[in-house]
């Protein structure tokens, strides 16, 4: 298995970084448009109908991919992604790009100007099998902060309440990983899905994880 990092970016002063759906099409697009070795060509973008927000055919284009991202997360002022590098140093080169170029859409759209983004983005390396088969869970799980921060305490009462929240969330690849098409051209799920055993196990999974959780097994890797 390539390298895998946790990789986690937040607003400066913890401000939101997307005030509205379209930032968050648009900051998705950007998870596919800069994860390409060859300078980015489309800087504006459309999708296929207001139901169905994957891209339309003529910006599916032959990429050749800096990073395999595996799991994404937007969250109101940070996001997650879980990556694999496909050449040395690509995962910082797809940072670089991805950043840079969100926060120049995002201060030419609002006026504003200086950082949009607290430093550095953090990143930890995945170094074994039993930390890596928690941090899917864990990045597609965060949502659940905007109804309740106690999820991670075990303080769910509706645990259908909770998965019936997740799959009506939009901004992250957890749809994609239980069989509901959503931004499929953005993820490498792959490598995903044969390893939690396909899509059906892994919404079992993610509920059992849910209920079972025991953050002392990543609080090294979860960059909060």
């Known amino acids: 298995m390539a390298e895998m990092y946790h990789v986690l970016s937040r607003g400066v002063d913890k401000r939101k ?18 994860n390409d070795m060859e300078p980015v060509n489309n800087l504006t973008y459309r999708f296929r109908n207001k139901n169905n927000k994957d891209f339309v055919s003529p910006y599916i284009k032959c990429r050749k991919l800096l990073v395999n991202l595996h799991a994404f997360c937007l969250m109101p002022n940070h996001y997650h992604l879980l990556v694999s590098a496909r050449v040395k ?5 797809f940072m670089r790009k991805l950043n840079i170029g969100y926060a120049k859409y995002f201060n030419g759209r609002y006026k ?14 995945i170094q074994s099998e039993a930390h890596f088969i928690h ?31 997740l799959e009506n969330y939009r901004w992250s690849s957890f749809l994609d990983y239980i069989g509901k098409e959503n931004f499929p051209s953005v993820v490498q799920k792959g490598f995903l899905t044969k390893f939690f055993g396909g899509s059906e196990e892994y919404k079992k999974d993610t509920i059992k994880w849910l209920r079972e959780i025991d953050l002392e097994a990543i609080k090294d890797f979860m960059l909060e």
Do not use: Q
Not at 19 to 32: Q, S
């Open 17 to 34: 970084i997307f005030l509205c759906d379209e930032d968050r099409y648009r900051f998705i697009h950007d998870l596919f448009e800069f």
């Open 89 to 93: 140093d690509d995962v910082t080169n």
């Open 112 to 125: 504003r100007t200086g950082a949009l983004f607290e430093g550095r983005y953090k990143s930890v390396l």
């Open 135 to 165: 941090i899917p869970y864990y990045i597609h799980l965060n949502p659940l902060d905007l109804i309740t921060r106690g999820w991670r305490e075990k303080e769910i009462k509706d645990y259908k309440e909770a998965m019936k929240f």
